[in-house]
C-alpha cells in the first residue's frame, strides 16, 4: 500500500492524487500507476477542472486512472491471479478493467466514496466476478524517507 501512496505522489490532479500497485503471488511488484493524462497528452495542456461549463473543459474526459495505468503499464506478460492495492476504492470503470485484466484481489484504503453509484456498482461486478475485496488498516501511522538520513557515499560503486 506504501508503494500506492508513494506513487499517488506524482499525479498533478490537484484535487485528489490516487495510486495503485499490482503485486503478483509472490508480493513482487508488477504494475505502478497513478491518474494523470495519457501518454502524449501534456499535463499542462489539458484541464485538470471538475465542474467547468463543458464537459470538455473537465479532467474527467481526459485523466487515466491509477489502476488503468498499473495495468497497462505492467512490467509482466499479463496481471491474471494478481492483487491491486489503491489509495481509493476503484470505480465502475477501473472495476471493468481489473475484472477483465484477471486481478483476484483488491486492497484500498479509502472507501469515501462509496455512496456514489459508480462505487456502489464496482462492488457489485466485485462480487459478481468473484473478486476479494478488502480496506486495508494500516498499522504505522506515517512512514517517512528522510534523504537526510542516508549515507550516499556508502552508495557509490567503489572506484
Same mark, same amino acid.
Given at each position: 500500500?506504501?508503494?500506492a501512496i508513494?506513487? *499517488?505522489k #506524482?499525479s498533478?490532479? =490537484? *484535487?485528489l492524487?490516487? +495510486?495503485?500497485c499490482v503485486?503478483n #503471488?509472490? %508480493?513482487?511488484?508488477v +504494475?505502478?500507476g497513478?491518474? @494523470?493524462?495519457?501518454? @502524449?497528452?501534456d499535463?499542462?495542456?489539458f !484541464?485538470?477542472g471538475k465542474?467547468?461549463p463543458? =464537459?470538455?473543459?473537465s479532467k ?5 486512472h491509477?489502476?488503468? %495505468?498499473?495495468?497497462? %503499464?505492467?512490467? /509482466?506478460a499479463d496481471? &491474471?491471479?494478481c492483487?491491486i $492495492?489503491? +489509495?481509493?476504492? !476503484?470505480? %465502475?470503470?477501473?472495476? &471493468?478493467?481489473?475484472?477483465? /485484466? +484477471? ?6 484504503l /479509502?472507501d469515501?466514496?462509496k455512496h456514489?453509484?459508480? $462505487?456502489?456498482?464496482s462492488?457489485?461486478?466485485f462480487?459478481?466476478? @468473484?473478486i476479494?475485496?478488502w480496506?486495508y488498516k !494500516? ?6 524517507i528522510?534523504?537526510k538520513d542516508i549515507d550516499w557515499?556508502s552508495?557509490s =560503486? /567503489?572506484?
Amino acid at each position: 500500500m506504501a508503494t500506492a501512496i508513494l506513487a *499517488s505522489k #506524482r499525479s498533478k490532479d =490537484p *484535487s485528489l492524487q490516487v +495510486g495503485a500497485c499490482v503485486v503478483n #503471488r509472490d %508480493n513482487k511488484i508488477v +504494475g505502478i500507476g497513478y491518474n @494523470g493524462m495519457p501518454i @502524449g497528452c501534456d499535463d499542462d495542456e489539458f !484541464p485538470w477542472g471538475k465542474n467547468t461549463p463543458s =464537459p470538455l473543459d473537465s479532467k474527467y474526459m481526459y485523466v487515466c486512472h491509477a489502476e488503468m %495505468n498499473a495495468i497497462v %503499464n505492467k512490467n /509482466s506478460a499479463d496481471v &491474471k491471479d494478481c492483487v491491486i $492495492y489503491v +489509495g481509493l476504492f !476503484p470505480c %465502475n470503470e477501473c472495476a &471493468k478493467i481489473i475484472i477483465q /485484466s +484477471g486481478i483476484t484481489e483488491v486492497v484500498y484504503l /479509502s472507501d469515501k466514496k462509496k455512496h456514489k453509484a459508480a $462505487y456502489i456498482a464496482s462492488k457489485r461486478m466485485f462480487e459478481a466476478a @468473484g473478486i476479494k475485496y478488502w480496506q486495508y488498516k !494500516p498499522k504505522n501511522d506515517k512512514i517517512i524517507i528522510n534523504f537526510k538520513d542516508i549515507d550516499w557515499e556508502s552508495m557509490s =560503486p /567503489s572506484k
